[in-house]
């Protein structure tokens, strides 16, 4: 039997270290090295990763605010966000682009990194570490569409270490609020270009360490337990709550991947306080990611399952199903991240009453899976849909 499914959604900063220590092992509180470019070869047994079957739900957030620099919409006054040294090699980068050259477009933009880079960093003026890194993340994304993760690994890591080699107390938030962002990227890209897990753990945990810096920059004066208290932490203009969930889902994912469960719970219950339960109303987008961490609990809880675990299970899979269906129905248009949870929530009711012996709502709810993937595109959920719906109907003997 095909096992239920976690929301592996990608897919942004300060509580102090002492203070989340209830959230990560004392192993993680170290000196994170610079990144290497050169990956190593992960053992095998850590390395394996989960294939689900859901798209990247969470990259788009990421990319929006954090490494959005594509586009010449955010050139559109590059006069004076960029030392004259570079503008001309980002201006032809720009129409390379827009012409469909994305040879072209790639040359003048690592030609426009490359010079930048080498310039002193005061020529970038205010919040410099946004406009320098910005062009990196744009390159970077670009050779992520064209498959090219290898390529788009070592800049990302190059723009990560730019950062990070400057003092902290010289970064302005939003330039921290990058770094993280950065990292995260650094992460979700790990496998594919065999990064060894111990690293990917340092660099998830820096991105969630920071993160929780951040907060606690924000809200100076609160207790260590106010501190801890996602649903009533004030958030600065530039920062949202996706911001801060998706590395701690992100560190979540891996500890679920490596088997560390008591490490990945904390994680999603943060987020989902966060994202779900929190006194700021939250918008849709931002409920339907809670709905993913509650699969991604559903998902871990019943992988040694008992009767007390499947009941758990089945309780948070039913929240998230009951929130994705009444965020669906106030939408006024579909929604991404909304739409591709719903397939993998309705999947998982469906397993989870399959085990449960109610082979009549098992089949309901694998039909409304098939077809909630069917409608927004995912070729992958259907076919397992399909796959548990044949199970249903074979013999078993």
């Given at each position: 039997m095909s096992s239920i499914l976690s929301s592996r959604a990608i897919r942004h900063q300060r509580l102090l270290?002492?203070?989340?220590?209830?959230?990560?092992?004392?192993?993680?509180?170290?000196?994170l090295r610079p990144l290497s470019t050169t990956p190593e070869v992960p053992p095998?047994?850590?390395?394996?990763?989960?294939?689900?079957?859901?798209?990247?739900?969470?990259l788009g957030a990421l990319g929006t605010g954090a490494l959005a620099y594509a586009g010449y919409d955010a050139y559109i006054d590059?006069?004076?966000?960029?030392?004259?040294?570079?503008?001309?090699?980002?201006?032809?980068?720009i129409g390379a682009k827009n012409k469909g050259d994305l040879e072209g477009s790639a040359y003048y933009k690592?030609?426009?990194?490359?010079?930048?880079?080498?310039?002193?960093?005061?020529?970038?003026?205010?919040?410099?570490?946004?406009?320098?890194?910005?062009?990196a993340a744009d390159l970077a994304g670009e050779l992520e569409e064209q498959g090219k993760t290898e390529e788009a690994?070592?800049?990302?890591?190059?723009?990560?270490n730019l950062i990070r080699s400057s003092a902290p107390e010289l970064l302005s938030g939003p330039e921290r609020l990058r770094a993280v962002s950065l990292a995260v990227k650094l992460g979700q890209l790990a496998e594919s270009n065999a990064l060894h897990a111990e690293e990917e753990e340092r660099i998830l945990v820096w991105a969630v360490e920071e993160i929780l810096k951040l907060l606690a920059d924000n809200n100076r004066g609160a207790t260590d337990a106010e501190l801890l208290d996602f649903s009533k932490l004030k958030l600065p203009s530039w920062m949202t709550k996706t911001d801060i969930s998706v590395p701690l889902q992100e560190l979540g994912d891996f500890y679920g991947r490596v088997g560390k469960l008591e490490y990945a719970l904390p994680l999603y219950l943060q987020g989902i306080t966060l994202l779900v339960h929190s006194e700021r109303p939250s918008s849709l987008e931002e409920g339907c990611q809670g709905a993913q961490l509650m699969n991604n609990i559903a998902e871990?809880?019943?992988?040694?399952?008992?009767?007390?675990?499947?009941k758990y299970a089945d309780g948070w899979a039913q929240t998230a199903l009951t929130l994705l269906q009444?965020?669906?129905?106030?939408?006024?248009?579909?929604?991404?991240?909304?739409?591709?949870a719903l397939s993998v929530a309705l999947f998982n009711a469906g397993m989870l009453r399959e085990m449960a012996g109610d082979q009549q709502r098992a089949r309901a709810f694998f039909e409304a899976a098939a077809n909630q993937s069917e409608s927004c595109g995912l070729d992958e959920g259907v076919a397992v849909a399909n796959e548990a719906i044949t199970r249903l109907d074979t013999p078993q003997t």
């Open positions: 270290l002492s203070n989340c220590r209830g959230l990560l092992p004392r192993t993680h509180h170290q000196h095998s047994s850590s390395s394996s990763r989960r294939t689900a079957w859901v798209a990247s739900l969470c590059w006069r004076d966000l960029f030392p004259a040294e570079v503008r001309g090699d980002l201006k032809r980068g690592r030609k426009a990194w490359n010079t930048a880079v080498a310039l002193p960093i005061a020529e970038f003026k205010a919040e410099p570490y946004l406009r320098l890194t910005g062009i690994f070592a800049l990302y890591s190059e723009a990560f871990l809880v019943i992988r040694h399952p008992t009767d007390e675990r499947q009444a965020n669906r129905k106030s939408a006024k248009e579909p929604i991404s991240t909304c739409e591709h």
